[in-house]
């Protein structure tokens, strides 16, 4: 589809390309009509949801929301979770994959093929152990306690191996010429190299972290301890009664800022990622 | 360094020069255990002991509290086989597996066949495809709750407009579950869609220059060339796609709660039920090794029909 086209397949090329638009926008079109929602007044949304552009307009509903204080708790909550667990599964990450890239040790292939064959323990079949674990440990209703079971991820090890293993060996190799340690070499050579590789798989886990669902339903059930995911859900079950759907709706989008910002900021990292993990 | 434990290195690690057991050598394993050991201990601690106590409370009767009643053997799995809603819980996830898997996998790839190519336009349209799978579950579920509302959404306008009756999609059992797949669609579509971009990106541009010089149409030009190249990245789509929707749970506990009648009950939220209202830990924990085993048998398919490929 390089050389130039002419007459009918230009067409429809043109033709191809207005209806992905129109379908895109069809796409958003939930996302903007949510945004006017949440900047309309109440009571106006009592009369009428049907609309695209917000007027009458209030911010009304962002004023409230903050100071009701729970939203932004929530969200602070989340931040926590979310930054904790990033930070966490990049280091315990990146340690074990420069081991499995780069180092010798005993049982090697062992350990290697006992990490792959965790890829396919899904979170379902280890939910309800943890719980009673956590119970036990009395550590429910924590931060920690929503970041502990996300930090063992066989698939960020694996995906920083894979990094770790395309970097030149002549690099670590002046290094080891100077007697640097392992750690030296790991710490000033190997890690400024792999930023766009934790970048990615960084985000990756933030975003995973800040829509994880099911673990903190059943680990915070106090109302102060829900992420924002968690906590909309259990203001949104009576939204349809509620007069208040201009806050519900504003709640959701406050919710969706961080998240929707980074992805806007850093798009190019996570289809990078995407090929990085198709491409083996 | 003994005979058997160099056999166990890696493949792809370049042949080293045998060197015999010394100081520095074992200085060497303790620098590996320190980089392992971070990941060992929570891998050991928070996924395989979980594993393994699951499959052990499983066989017991357990409730949510820790209360321990003892082994049972396989009374939870005897339970389970007579148990009406698990039946309908499981064929539920399966039905809506099945419904989700191929619609995704298309919609997947038409987005992507519809936005690869250089341009501005397209890339605003990658941006938007992708953009919804970033927002969490619950804000997903809420914005299409209110789409689909028979009375405020913004399906009804339109129906009224074309002199139709606004229908109640998530009250109907038989509509419910669709309504749940475009749900889904949207949210999901993104990330098999760059998995496809990737994978349509990698093609060789040869290739379609010799069918240009050929004069072949645009839709042999799919069959021939495109479709083939990609065919693996199809397989990994579907696989993945396949294990990801066996666990659907935030979308009909969030839209319908799993009505109406059980139509939209789907596997997890029942272990979820049985466990968190219910207190009945141990047959939820064999229902979650129920959902396991089938999902492993879904992996194993993708390791295998992989395999299959790189022998072609």
């Known amino acids: 589809m390089t050389a130039a086209r002419t007459g009918w397949a230009l067409w ?25 929602m949440s900047l309309k007044p109440n009571a106006e949304l009592m009369r009428s949801t049907w609309g695209f552009i917000p007027y009458p307009f209030t911010i009304e509903n962002y004023t409230n929301l903050i100071q009701l204080a729970t939203v932004p708790r929530w969200l602070v909550n989340s931040l926590i979770v979310a930054i904790g667990m990033t930070l966490l599964v990049l280091t315990v990450s990146s340690l074990a994959g420069y081991a499995f890239a ?22 379902q079949a280890v939910f309800l152990p943890l719980h009673q674990m956590f119970a036990d440990w009395g550590i429910h209703n924590t931060h920690a306690a929503l970041v502990m079971p996300r930090v063992a991820v066989p698939i960020g090890v694996f995906l920083m191996m894979q990094f770790f293993r395309a970097v030149p060996r ?34 990756f886990t933030f975003i995973h972290a800040w829509n994880d669902f099911l673990w903190p339903l059943v680990s915070a059930t106090d109302a102060d301890m829900y992420t924002v995911t968690v906590g909309l859900a259990s203001i949104q079950g009576n939204f349809a009664m509620s007069e208040g759907l201009g806050s519900v709706m504003a709640s959701a989008v406050f919710a969706s800022l961080p998240i929707v910002l980074l992805f806007l900021i850093f798009q190019r990292f996570i289809v990078a990622g995407v090929a990085m993990s198709a491409g083996k | 360094m003994t005979a058997a434990t160099q056999t166990r290195v890696l493949p792809v690690a370049e042949p080293r020069t045998k060197v015999p057991q010394s100081p520095a050598k074992r200085r060497d394993w303790l620098t590996a255990l320190l980089f392992l050991a971070p990941f060992l201990v929570v891998y050991l601690v928070l996924l395989v002991y979980p594993l393994f106590l699951g499959i052990w409370i499983s066989f017991r009767d357990w409730d949510l509290m820790g209360g321990d009643y003892g082994w049972i053997g396989t009374l939870n799995y005897q339970d389970l086989w007579s148990d009406p809603v698990f039946w309908r819980a499981a ?11 191929p619609s995704m996998t298309l919609v997947a790839l038409l987005l992507a066949l519809a936005v690869q190519g250089p341009g501005r336009i397209r890339a605003v349209c990658r941006s938007i495809f992708f953009l919804s799978s970033v927002f969490s579950v619950t804000v997903v579920t809420l914005v299409w709750a209110m789409v689909l509302s028979p009375d405020r959404g913004l399906i009804a306008p339109v129906v ?8 109640n999609f998530l009250g109907s059992p038989t509509w419910a579950m669709p309504a749940i797949v475009v749900t889904t669609l949207w949210w999901g579509v993104g990330l098999p869609m760059a998995l496809f971009l990737a994978s349509l990106g990698s093609i060789p541009k040869e290739l379609y220059e010799a069918a240009e010089l050929d004069h072949a149409s645009r839709w042999s030009v799919f069959w021939r060339i495109t479709l083939p190249s990609i065919r693996h990245t199809v397989v ?9 929707q066996l666990q659907i749970f935030g979308q009909p506990f ?59």
């Open chain 1, 170 to 203: 002549e690099l670590e190799e002046a290094a080891e010429l100077d007697h640097a340690s392992r750690f030296t070499i790991f710490f000033r050579i190997m890690l400024p190299l792999s930023v766009p590789a934790l970048t990615t798989l960084g985000l």
């Open chain 1, 102 to 123: 780069r180092l010798q040790f005993p049982f090697k292939r062992t350990i290697f093929a006992l990490m792959i064959a965790g890829l396919m323990i899904p979170e």
């Open chain 1, 12 to 36: 429809g090329d043109r033709l191809l390309l207005a209806i992905t638009i129109i379908v895109a926008a069809l796409w958003l079109l939930p996302v903007i009509w949510v945004v006017t």
């Open chain 2, 236 to 244: 990994l789509v579907v696989v993945l796609q396949i294990v990801a």
């Open chain 2, 91 to 101: 064929g539920n996830t399966l039905k809506f597996a099945a419904m989700t898997v």
């Open chain 2, 254 to 312: 969030l839209m319908t709660q799993g009505g109406p009648a059980n139509s939209t009950r789907t596997l997890v939220q029942y272990i979820y039920e049985t466990s968190f209202r219910d207190w009945l830990v141990g047959y939820g924990a064999a229902m979650a090794m129920v959902l396991f085993v089938l999902m492993m048998i879904f992996s194993m398919l993708q390791l295998w029909l992989g395999r299959q490929g790189d022998d072609q």
């Open chain 2, 160 to 167: 009224q407009f074309f002199g139709g009756t606004p229908f």
